[in-house]
């Protein structure tokens, strides 16, 4: 008889990876444990539980069941040996840069980035005293050029919000380890489904669970999954591998091994930012999970017919989806997004800022709204919106020309998604619109 334990396919951890039937109840959907404490069985087990001794619940501002089962379900699916879930993705980020970085450090951080991480990081590095690098990364030897012997980290998109840019994964983790740097990579475009990082080289994963993973605009929510796999007593970081002072001069690495970086995220960074997720929004994210790859194989779908449809239509000048086959990443696309290069891109009209306007106003199945990775097709026109206060020299310094429009492509009839487009792209050429 086999009794080696049968390895899951990704479909079948999306549905149960982190749950089990609740002990008590039996209930099969995971129980939103909506608690802020949790009673100890006796003094000897709660002083265990204080000293990291033993692992078990003590405050839901630390660990609650409900965010576990959606940390160790999004564990599996990145492959990574566990995760800690925040309040958003930008919480997780925090606390990861928190935990690892001292005053004094750089990273490298690719400039093609989601415009919040990219606010986030300029204040942090005040706040920090830390310096950033900012590294192109199309080009080949932008990370290279950009680490130094203080470099703590690189950080990237797998596909960068909006331009669609995809990281060459190994090549970037190859630079970070030849500087006994971890590379860390947000893969919230992506999602485990179309690209799993830790499995080419990163080491960290973070995510916005805001967009894909709950998949329907519901929640935001984020999280930091680890490989398990990088040595933080390698002598470049103290906050993980040197005495902790909150805990008696513990040793996060040492002591926890593989769960050293886990460990040090959530009994000290969580546990004094607070930036806690809540059990019902982790309830949300694991429903959400179920059909990750049913809902991903889909909005890839739309997203390249509606990325090749625009192509062809008058007023349209360049779409960059980086799965098309005049795409600069086409060939990334291939080695690390088999699967499809998700449904989050953007396209220029030539009617410009103007032209954008009434796009926008035209659209009635769209939603004009500041998401991605929702079940419904969402349009943003950044010259109008996000960028509105730029000129136009300005604008086309961060990559936004007036006439830009970003999609997050939904789960909707292609037909319909056209038909409405189609609506839209008159109103810019300036042509009344008829329903
Ligand atoms: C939205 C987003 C974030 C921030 O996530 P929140 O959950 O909104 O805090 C970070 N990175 C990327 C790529 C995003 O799209």
């Known amino acids: 008889m086999d009794e080696t334990p049968r390895e899951f396919g990704f479909r079948t951890r999306a549905v149960h990876a982190g749950q089990r039937p609740d002990p008590?109840?039996?209930?099969?959907?995971?129980?939103?444990?909506?608690?802020?404490?949790?009673?100890?069985?006796?003094?000897?087990?709660?002083?265990?539980?204080?000293?990291?001794?033993?692992?078990?619940?003590?405050?839901?501002?630390?660990?609650?069941?409900?965010?576990?089962?959606?940390?160790?379900?999004?564990?599996?699916?990145?492959?990574?040996?566990g995760a800690v879930a925040f309040a958003s993705g930008l919480a997780a980020q925090a606390a990861l840069f928190f935990a690892l970085l001292e005053p004094g450090d750089r990273i490298a951080v690719a400039k093609a980035l989601y415009g919040g991480s990219t606010a986030q990081l300029n204040h942090l590095a005040r706040k920090l005293q830390i310096t950033l690098d900012w590294v192109d990364m199309d080009d080949p030897d932008g990370w290279r050029r950009s680490v130094t012997a203080e470099t703590k980290a690189l950080f990237a998109e797998t596909v960068a919000n909006p331009g669609g840019n995809v990281l060459d994964i190994e090549l970037a983790a190859s630079v970070a380890h030849e500087v006994g740097a971890p590379l860390v990579v947000d893969n919230t475009f992506a999602t485990p489904y179309l690209c799993r990082p830790l499995e080419f080289g990163a080491d960290v994963v973070v995510h916005s669970a805001t967009?894909?993973?709950?998949?329907?605009?519901?929640?935001?929510a984020g999280a930091v999954v680890d490989s398990g796999t990088f040595d933080w007593s390698n002598g470049r970081f103290?906050?993980?591998?040197?005495?902790?002072?909150a805990y008696h001069g513990l040793k996060f690495h040492e002591t926890f091994g593989v769960y050293g970086l886990l460990m040090k995220l959530r009994s000290e960074t969580l546990r004094d930012f607070g930036a806690v997720l809540a059990p019902f929004n982790a309830f949300l994210l694991l429903l959400g999970m179920e059909s990750l790859a049913v809902r991903m194989d889909r909005h890839?779908?739309?997203?390249?017919?509606?990325?090749?449809?625009?192509?062809?239509?008058?007023?349209?000048?360049?779409?960059?989806?980086?799965?098309?086959?005049?795409?600069?990443?086409r060939s990334l696309v291939e080695r690390y997004?088999?699967?499809?290069?998700?449904?989050?891109?953007?396209?220029?009209?030539?009617?410009?800022?103007?032209?954008g306007r009434r796009f926008i106003e035209a659209l009635s199945l769209w939603s004009h709204l500041a998401n991605v990775g929702d079940t419904k097709s969402l349009v943003?026109?950044?010259?109008?919106?996000?960028?509105?206060?730029?000129?136009?020299?300005?604008?086309?310094?961060?990559?936004?020309?007036?006439?830009?429009?970003?999609?997050?492509?939904?789960?909707?009839?292609?037909?319909?998604?056209?038909?409405?487009?189609?609506?839209?792209?008159?109103?810019?050429?300036g042509s009344a619109v008829t329903a």
């Open 24 to 81: 008590y109840t039996g209930a099969s959907a995971t129980p939103i444990y909506q608690t802020a404490g949790f009673v100890f069985e006796d003094t000897e087990s709660a002083a265990a539980y204080f000293n990291l001794q033993e692992y078990g619940n003590i405050y839901s501002r630390i660990m609650n069941p409900t965010v576990a089962a959606f940390e160790e379900r999004l564990a599996s699916l990145e492959a990574g040996v």
């Open 300 to 329: 890839v779908a739309n997203a390249l017919a509606v990325a090749e449809w625009l192509g062809v239509q008058p007023g349209v000048g360049a779409v960059r989806h980086p799965a098309l086959p005049d795409s600069p990443y």
């Open 211 to 220: 967009k894909f993973l709950v998949g329907n605009g519901t929640t935001i």
């Open 337 to 355: 997004l088999p699967r499809g290069a998700g449904s989050v891109f953007s396209f220029d009209l030539e009617s410009g800022r103007e032209g």
């Open 380 to 429: 943003i026109h950044p010259a109008s919106t996000t960028h509105r206060q730029l000129a136009d020299d300005e604008l086309a310094a961060s990559g936004v020309a007036p006439g830009t429009v970003r999609l997050s492509v939904g789960l909707e009839d292609v037909d319909d998604l056209l038909w409405d487009l189609e609506r839209g792209l008159r109103a810019a050429r």
């Open 238 to 245: 103290p906050s993980i591998a040197e005495p902790s002072t």
